[in-house]
C-alpha cells in the first residue's frame, strides 16, 4: 500500500466510501436502511443533491438493485450499499446487471448470519461475493479494502472497474471497517477514467438509429449459450488485469497469514508482535477476491513453507487458497464466526502450531 | 383520388407477432405505437418490459427498450427516469408482475409519484407460464391452480389495481379502459394518449389499466373470450376514469 499525501481527516469508513462515490462521479444512489452502513445514505441524502445527484430512499432492497439497473441503462454513475441480509435480496438484481453488462457498484458492509444474525461483523459472505451470489454462471469483481482509505480508493476504483468491463462490482467490507474511524484523505490519487457510454446507453433512438434493447434473455438457438461465453471472456480479462494484492514482511518470512479485511488488521498486530518474539512472519492480503491472487499464492508457497489463513468465518477463502497451494507448503486455518473476533493471542497460538 | 385514413404506426415494427390469435397485446402495442408517433417522442422513450409474455414486446416497438426481472418494471423505470428526466419512460406490466410480485414496487413508485406511464394489461390469468391462478382472477374462475375455481377462503379475492392506486398521493392519472370491441379500443387509444401527455407535461404517474383477453389460457374462442371480458371482467373490474388531476373534478368513475 503506498502512501497517500494530502490533506487527512479523521472520518468514519462509510463516509470515506460515499465520498469516494461522489469524487468518481456517481450521479445516482437508490438504498434502502439496513445497519451497518446506515452512514452511506445518510450522508449521500444531502451529499449527492449538492453535486447534482439524484439519492433515493427506495422501498426495499429488491427495488433499490432495480433502481440502480435502471439507472444504469442510461449510463450514469449509479451505486447501492446495504449489508448482507440486503444483499441477499439484490442477488437477483445483480444476476440481471451481469446479464444485461451493465455498469454499477454495490457495496455490502458484511454482518453476521445466517439469518437476521446480528449486527456485528464478519467475513461470512465471501462465498457469496466471490461465486457471483445470484442464479446463473457469472462473477462480479470484488474488492476487499482493510482500511477506511482504502473504503475510499476501491469505492472510487470501483467506477472506473464497472464502466471498464460493463459490469456490477462490488465492495466488501464489514460491520467494523464500516463504523470505525481512521485519518484518510478525501481526494483521489488519479483522474477517473469514465468511458463514452453512447455506443450501448438507452437515450432513445435518436437521429434515426435503430432501436436498442438491453436484456438477458435470447431464444434463439445457442445465442444464450454466446451471451455465456462472451462473459467468460470478459472475466478471463478480469482475471488477468485486475488481481490486487498487498504483500509485506514476506522476504525473509518463515511463515505467512493470509488475510483480507478486517481480519488483516488482526493479522498485523500479531505479525508484529510474532517478529517482535524473533518469529519471522509475513503477510499476503487479497485486494481483490475475484479475481483471486491464484498466481501470487502459489509463487508464496513456493519460498514460505506454512502459510495460515485467518477469516472472520469458519472457512471459506481458505478453499482458494488451497487450490493455489497445493501440495506446495502446509496451510492453517483459523476463523471465528458471527461476530467472534480472533484475538492476537489465538493468532500467534496458530502459528506457533503450524 | 384516394385518402390514406389508417396505416401502420411507424414505431410499430412490421411483423408477424408471436401472440395467440384474439390476444390484446398486439392492439395494446399498436396503441402505445400511436402514442409515441402522435407525440413525436420516438427518439426519447425508453420502455420496460419485465418477464411475462410482453417481455417481447421489445420484438415489435420501434423504441429503446430493456427488459426486468418479474415485478421489477417500476423500480427500473424509477432508475432510468430518476436519471435522465428527459427520456420519455413507460413500463407494460401484466397483472402477475404489477399486481402480484411486484406489487410493493407498484405502490411506492405511484406513491412517489413517479414521472412514468404505466400500461397494465389485466387478463386475470398468467399467460407465459401456462394459465395459473392472477392475483386478478375472478371468484369461480377455473385455472390450471385453482382447477374447482378461485375461492375467497383459499386464495382470497381479485385486486382491484385501479381503485387501489387511484388514491396514493402521487398519482395523475388512472383509468380502467377495456380491448373487447372497436368503441372500447378507441377509449383505450384515448387513455393512453393522455397518459403519455401528462407525463410530457411534467405531470406524474400515470397509470392505464386494460383488460384485456388471454384467449388460449380461457381456452375460449377469440369472439368467446372477447364477451367473457365485456361482462364477465368488467362486473370485477368496472371501467372508467378513476383519478385525472388533470381535469375538474375527480373523474367519471362509478
Known amino acids: ?354 | 383520388m384516394t385518402t390514406k385514413v389508417y396505416e401502420r404506426p411507424a414505431s410499430l415494427i412490421d411483423k408477424t407477432t408471436h401472440y395467440c390469435g384474439g390476444c390484446g397485446h398486439g392492439t395494446a402495442h399498436k396503441l402505445v405505437a400511436e402514442a409515441i408517433d402522435h407525440f413525436g417522442i420516438r427518439d426519447r422513450t425508453v420502455g420496460v418490459a419485465p418477464a411475462g409474455c410482453s417481455v417481447l414486446m421489445y420484438e415489435y416497438l420501434d423504441v429503446d427498450t430493456a427488459e426486468s426481472a418479474h415485478g421489477r418494471a417500476l423500480a427500473v423505470a424509477t432508475g432510468l427516469k430518476r436519471a435522465n428526466p428527459d427520456l420519455i419512460v413507460f413500463t407494460y406490466q401484466g397483472d402477475g408482475d404489477l399486481a402480484s410480485i411486484g406489487l410493493c414496487e407498484t405502490i411506492h413508485a405511484a406513491n412517489r409519484g413517479e414521472k412514468v406511464v404505466v400500461i397494465f394489461i389485466n387478463n386475470a390469468v398468467y399467460g407465459m407460464t401456462g394459465g395459473q391462478m392472477a392475483p386478478t382472477t375472478l371468484i369461480g374462475q377455473r385455472t390450471t391452480t385453482t382447477p374447482a375455481g378461485r375461492s375467497v377462503v383459499n386464495e382470497g379475492g381479485p385486486l382491484n389495481m385501479a381503485e387501489m392506486i387511484a388514491p396514493l398521493n402521487g398519482v395523475t392519472y388512472c383509468e380502467r379502459v377495456a380491448l373487447f370491441d372497436a368503441k372500447h379500443v378507441r377509449k383505450a387509444r384515448k387513455a393512453i394518449f393522455k397518459a403519455f401527455e401528462i407525463q410530457l407535461n411534467g405531470g406524474g404517474f400515470a397509470i392505464v389499466e386494460i383488460l384485456s383477453a388471454c384467449v388460449t389460457n380461457l381456452k375460449m374462442t377469440p369472439l368467446a373470450a372477447q364477451e367473457w371480458v365485456a361482462d364477465a371482467m368488467v362486473k370485477q373490474f368496472p371501467l372508467g376514469v378513476f383519478k385525472d388531476e388533470t381535469a375538474q373534478g375527480d373523474g367519471d368513475a362509478v
Not at chain 1, 445470484?134 to 472497474?161: I, K, M, S, W
Open chain 1, 1 to 354: 500500500m503506498a502512501e497517500r499525501t494530502g490533506n487527512k481527516q479523521l472520518v468514519k469508513g462509510n463516509v470515506a466510501l460515499a465520498e469516494g462515490a461522489v469524487q468518481a462521479g456517481c450521479k445516482c444512489y437508490f438504498g434502502y436502511p439496513i445497519t451497518p452502513q446506515n452512514a452511506v445514505p445518510e450522508y449521500l441524502s444531502w451529499r449527492l443533491p449538492e453535486v447534482g445527484g439524484t439519492f433515493l430512499q427506495a422501498e426495499s432492497e429488491v427495488a433499490s438493485i432495480n433502481m440502480v439497473l435502471g439507472a444504469a441503462l442510461t449510463g450514469a454513475r449509479v451505486m447501492t450499499s446495504s449489508s448482507s441480509p440486503g444483499i441477499s435480496l439484490m442477488q437477483e438484481g445483480i444476476s440481471f446487471l451481469a446479464g444485461d453488462q451493465l455498469p454499477a457498484v454495490i457495496v455490502n458492509m458484511q454482518r453476521c448470519g445466517p439469518g437476521l444474525g446480528g449486527i456485528q461483523p464478519t467475513q461470512g459472505d465471501y462465498f457469496q461475493a466471490t461465486r457471483g451470489g445470484g442464479h446463473g454462471d457469472y462473477r462480479t469483481l470484488v474488492l476487499a479494502p482493510a482500511n477506511v482509505q482504502e473504503l475510499f480508493d476501491f469505492t472510487y476504483l470501483a467506477f472506473d472497474l464497472a464502466d471498464k468491463y460493463r459490469n456490477p462490482i462490488l465492495v466488501l467490507g464489514d460491520a467494523i471497517l464500516g463504523q470505525m474511524k481512521e485519518p484518510a484523505i478525501l481526494e483521489p490519487d488519479h483522474p477517473r477514467e469514465e468511458p463514452d457510454k453512447s455506443g450501448w446507453t438507452l437515450t432513445g433512438a435518436k437521429d434515426g438509429r435503430p432501436l436498442r434493447n438491453i436484456r438477458s434473455m435470447f431464444l434463439g438457438e445457442g445465442v444464450q449459450e454466446q451471451l455465456n461465453y462472451t462473459l467468460r471472456e470478459k472475466y478471463d480479462r478480469m482475471e488477468r488485469d485486475e488481481v490486487r494484492y498487498d504483500q509485506r514482511w514476506c522476504d525473509d518470512a518463515d511463515c505467512a497469514i493470509i488475510a483480507f479485511g478486517t481480519a488483516a488488521r488482526i493479522a498485523i498486530s500479531a505479525i508484529h508482535e510474532a517478529r517482535d518474539e524473533g518469529i519471522r512472519v509475513g503477510l499476503f492480503r487479497p485486494q481483490t477476491l475475484y479475481p483471486f491472487p491464484f498466481d501470487a499464492i502459489r509463487s508464496l508457497s513456493e519460498r514460505v513453507k506454512r502459510l495460515l489463513v485467518l477469516e472472520l468465518n469458519t472457512g471459506q477463502m481458505v478453499e482458494d487458497v488451497r487450490a493455489a497451494v497445493g501440495d506446495r507448503a502446509a496451510v492453517g486455518f483459523h476463523g471465528r464466526p458471527a461476530g467472534g473476533l480472533p484475538s492476537v493471542t489465538e493468532v500467534l497460538a496458530k502459528i506457533e502450531e503450524l
